[in-house]
C-alpha cells in the first residue's frame, strides 16, 4: 500500500475544562491547523512570513482573515499561534481555523502543546 500524500495529525485535550480538538495537515505549499472547541473551523486566517522585515532575529508575520469573524483578538491569537507553527515548521505559512471559547493567555500556551503532540512537519 502506497504512503499516504498527505499528513496529518489530531489530537484532543481538555483546556481549562474546554475539550479542544487541534487538527494539523501538511499540504506541498502551507501547514493547515484547525484549533476547536465548538466542533467547526471557525474563522479562516492566514498567518504569512512577512518577507519585507529587514530584521532576519526577529521575523514579522501578516495575518489575514480569509472567512468568518475579523476582530483584532482573532488576529492576536492567530499571529501568536501561527507563528508558533510557522516557526516550527521552517517558516512556512500556516492557514489557520480557530473556533476558541477561551482565548487568554494560559490557554493559548495549553493549546501549543497539544499542536506540539500532533505536529506533520
Not at 499571529?79 to 512556512?92: C, I, P
Not at 476558541?100 to 497539544?114: C, G, N, P, R, T
Request: proline fraction near 4%; aromatic fraction near 6%.
Amino acid at each position: 500500500m502506497a504512503a499516504s500524500i498527505i499528513k496529518s495529525k489530531q489530537a484532543q485535550k481538555e483546556v481549562n475544562g474546554i475539550p479542544t480538538e487541534v487538527v494539523c495537515t501538511e499540504f506541498s505549499n502551507y501547514i493547515f491547523v484547525v484549533l476547536t472547541q465548538y466542533g467547526k473551523i471557525g474563522t479562516l486566517i492566514s498567518v504569512t512570513p512577512d518577507s519585507r522585515s529587514n530584521d532576519i532575529s526577529t521575523p514579522s508575520f501578516s495575518t489575514k482573515v480569509l472567512l468568518g469573524k475579523d476582530e483584532p483578538m482573532t488576529h492576536v491569537c492567530a499571529k501568536n499561534l501561527g507563528m508558533f507553527v510557522s516557526q516550527e515548521a521552517g517558516s512556512r505559512p500556516v492557514l489557520l481555523g480557530l473556533a476558541l471559547k477561551d482565548s487568554s493567555i494560559d490557554a493559548v500556551k495549553q493549546i501549543k502543546e497539544i499542536i506540539k503532540s500532533c505536529q506533520v512537519w
